[in-house]
């Protein structure tokens, strides 16, 4: 553990939320908190999960990953 309030402490959590503000929240304009919320589970569901590529998957999608995992 680090000290007090340390970003370290979790940084996978920290390095998804800085990933979400930069791919999506800085580029939108929500009109509403409904909006905002439909957007963000697009982005998590849609294309996070899914589509984009992780450098902890050896820059491979997860949808890649599982396909790999499942031998189809």
């Not at 940084?11 to 957007?39: G, I, M, P, Q, Y």
């Not at 050896?58 to 189809?72: L, N, S």
């Amino acid at each position: 553990m680090g000290a007090k309030d340390s970003a370290y402490d979790n940084a996978v959590a920290e390095s998804f939320f800085s990933n979400l503000k930069n791919e999506l929240v800085h580029h939108c304009d929500f009109v509403t908190r409904d909006h905002a919320r439909a957007a963000i589970f697009d982005y998590i569901e849609l294309f996070y999960n899914r589509k984009r590529i992780h450098q902890s998957l050896g820059y491979r999608t997860p949808e890649e990953v599982e396909r790999e995992w499942r031998g189809a």
